[in-house]
């Protein structure tokens, strides 16, 4: 603490505490009270039976243990894991190949930044509105295109079976921009010299691409695997507007599942244990992580 | 971001390939911004009903789905809502957020390394964990249905900190030993020492803040309940279950919600970028 005088007696250590507790507390107080203490209140919660309005009855595990019978609570994570399993690759190889491309001596490469990015900005209700009108089973700019080219266009969010193709495309297109940038500044952290020396060596750019550049991405690629896996494992807002979660609850994921227990069904408790389960889930896939990470990272 | 703009990479094949890499860059572009494009051509066509077939000419071109949008339905209403709310959290979270970053770095005290993990570690709850008791504290408040039920959990923000944290880092101590000779407190120092010299990073975080709040959809969703009280998402999503197949009229809705966050990210690309590029950098 070279910068502080020594506090001499309690006036000034008492005036010191409340200097520190003026600038702390406008960020601890909100944070203490609405992320603290809801998490306590999340975790009693799950331990009751109740429905937001008559009084809380403590009813143990049983939440958890008929949550973990019932094969809707295996579904709704698997539709989640199916989202993300359509979507990582996808978002990941249009993420990179355009990061690649804007990387290198491209004419207008921050315009075609620019443009890439705009959905990134965009609400998801509207966005989802905008994609249930592209996905338009009868009249939707996509199926007309599919048309032209001679091929039969699905019922996209009115098919149970390609509900979650409907989700996963709209996504793919929202997100792209930001994986982008984010493997932009990796690629750009990468030093010129490595780069240019190997192709002195005479390396062509397909073993650039895959003995250099890929490896030296791995920490940024590392780092989008986990926030997408994560975010993944939170969708909400794009099935609530696209697709309710249909049909036939084909595309009904975590986070839809605990706010209609929760705010249809009245059944606090129960999805309070729903959250505590995704919460693990999430925390699983941190830690799985951050133990694989060493065997494939390499750090520059 | 360093050689962003100066020398570049070597290219990633002969002249021929870099011509293909700009025509595949260009109908990939095209087709990211065709969305958008398809979005304005739908909400000014007035007869788009169940029936009508898309076209990428507007049939009989007119703006009564905007007129209908702000003269038969509260959108003026519901767009000032959004705008205030958007507003007031992106104050709070700099101020908030700076006061904090300051602490953290200039103010040494017993517990300080303890409190940022604190910090930290609230990004790895996931929002909707908190959802059913955030809504039973603010049940409890009588602020259900009001503008500091739907404000109040966002006045704090954990990545503000951190960007403010980072940037009073960089500003040298010399500056505040001069103030303090000159018999500046804390505050002084911090009003106007340190914040004026953070420009950027007050930038970076307002566009982040006024966004997350401006399309923000699940908390409003179970906070807000009457119809004057809607933000722009919730309003849309009433409006896609009421008018499912007035195209024009969502499209237009959607217009609404899409360009004012479009205009405020081409004025502040900078900002925005270097926030989401910085994410990915430790």
Not at chain 1, 74 to 101: C, D, E, M, N
Not at chain 1, 186 to 207: F, H, K, M, R, T
Not at chain 2, 166 to 181: C, K, S
């Amino acid at each position: 603490m070279p910068n502080r005088p020594k506090p001499r007696n309690r006036r000034q250590t008492l005036r010191y505490g409340l200097t520190v507790a003026a600038f702390l507390l406008p960020s601890a107080l909100p944070l203490a009270a609405f992320v603290y203490y809801p998490l306590g209140q999340a975790i009693w919660t799950s331990f009751q039976q109740w429905n937001l309005i008559s009084p809380q009855k403590w009813i143990g595990s049983d939440n958890y243990k008929s949550l973990l019978a019932d094969p809707s609570t295996a579904a709704v994570f698997w539709h989640s894991a199916q989202y993300l399993i359509a979507y990582l690759p996808l978002v990941y190889v249009f993420a990179l190949g355009i990061a690649l491309a804007l990387n290198s001596r491209l004419a207008g490469r921050n315009f075609f930044r620019s443009i890439y990015f705009l959905p990134v900005v965009t609400s998801w209700i509207a966005v989802a509105l905008v994609w249930r009108w592209l996905l338009n089973p009868n009249s939707g700019a996509v199926n007309a295109v599919l048309g032209w080219l001679g091929l039969p266009g699905p019922g996209w969010y009115n098919d149970p079976h390609w509900a979650m193709a409907s989700v996963v495309l709209a996504s793919v297109w929202k997100d792209t921009g930001f994986v982008m940038v984010i493997l932009l500044a990796g690629l750009q952290s990468i030093p010129v010299e490595i780069e240019e020396s190997a192709l002195l060596d005479g390396a062509n750019w397909i073993q650039r691409l895959t003995r250099i550049t890929l490896p030296l991405l791995s920490p940024t690629t590392f780092f989008v695997l986990i926030i997408s896996l994560i975010s993944g494992f939170q969708i909400f807002d794009q099935v609530y507007a696209m697709t309710q979660g249909g049909p036939a609850d084909a595309s009904r994921v975590v986070v839809l599942e605990i706010y209609d227990l929760t705010f249809r069904y009245g059944q606090a408790g129960r999805a309070s244990a729903l959250s505590m389960m995704l919460f693990v889930v999430i925390l699983a896939i941190s830690v799985i992580q951050l133990r694989g990470q060493r065997r494939w990272v390499h750090y520059a | 971001m360093p050689n962003e703009h100066s020398r570049g990479r070597p290219a990633l094949g002969s002249r021929w390939a870099q011509g293909l890499l700009f025509g595949v860059v260009s109908v990939g572009a095209a087709a990211m911004f065709f969305p958008f494009l398809w979005t304005l051509i739908t909400s000014i066509s007035s007869r788009i009903g169940v029936s009508a077939k898309p076209s990428l000419i507007p049939q009989d071109p007119s703006l009564d789905a905007y007129r209908q949008l702000f003269t038969e339905l509260p959108f003026g209403r519901v767009v000032l809502n959004s705008l205030g709310i958007a507003f007031i959290v992106t104050v709070c979270q700099v101020l908030t957020s700076a006061l904090a970053g300051y602490a953290f770095m200039r103010l040494p005290f017993r517990g300080r390394g303890i409190i940022f993990a604190a910090y930290l570690a609230t990004m790895m709850v996931p929002g909707q964990v908190l959802l059913v008791p955030q809504f039973v504290i603010m049940k409890d408040l009588g602020l259900v249905d009001t503008y500091p039920g739907v404000i109040l959990p966002s006045v704090a923000s954990v990545f503000g900190v951190f960007l403010f944290r980072q940037a009073i880092d960089a500003v040298p101590r010399d500056l505040d030993e001069a103030a303090r000779l000159d018999g500046a407190g804390h505050f002084r120092i911090f009003w106007q020492v340190i914040l004026p010299l953070l420009g950027p990073t007050t930038a970076t975080l307002s566009v982040f803040a006024f966004m997350g709040s401006w399309n923000s959809f699940l908390w409003p969703l179970v906070i807000l309940r009457s119809r004057e009280m809607q933000t722009l998402p919730l309003a849309l999503a009433g409006l896609q279950g009421q008018y499912t197949t007035h195209w024009d009229l969502l499209m237009a809705g959607s217009v609404i919600s899409i360009v004012p966050m479009l205009i405020i990210y081409l004025f502040a690309q900078k900002y925005v970028v270097r926030g989401v590029a910085g994410a990915g950098l430790k």
